[in-house]
């Protein structure tokens, strides 16, 4: 008796119950606008022209002391106003270590193998068992 009188409740609210409004029109405006737009495409443009002009930016490199220039010119010349670069205090520059790997286990003799250290890399031994 109690899901009979929940499934009428629900059919007398069904008229009241709205769909969701359609805004394909509204969405294919947008689309239509956006392709349009002299500045479509700029932010990837100028991403591109950052990584090839200046490569890798390390956290305290030249490289990454050049592109922060360089981007506050590039906001000044489309007319950001009131830009203020502010000197980052207190932080460590990361260097490359001598990394280095080798393989004692299952070997007879140690074996050196290559490495590449990656940035946060912490040095020490590397003890895997099976």
């Not at 069904?14 to 392709?35: F, N």
């Not at 000044?76 to 460590?92: P, R």
Request: charged fraction near 20%.
């Amino acid at each position: 008796m109690k899901y009979l009188l929940l499934a009428l409740v629900l059919l007398a609210l069904l008229p009241h119950i709205h769909a969701e409004k359609d805004y394909t029109d509204v969405v294919k405006t947008l689309q239509a606008s956006i392709g349009k737009a002299p500045w479509k495409g700029s932010a990837y443009n100028r991403l591109a022209y950052i990584v090839d002009t200046y490569g890798p930016r390390m956290w305290g490199s030249v490289a990454l002391e050049q592109v922060i220039y360089e981007m506050a010119s590039q906001a000044n010349k489309l007319g950001f106003e009131n830009l203020k670069l502010e000197e980052v205090k207190n932080f460590t520059k990361w260097a490359r270590g001598k990394e280095s790997l080798t393989l004692y286990d299952p070997r007879p003799f140690p074996q050196k193998l290559g490495v590449i250290g990656l940035g946060g890399s912490i040095s020490g031994y590397l003890i895997c068992y099976s």
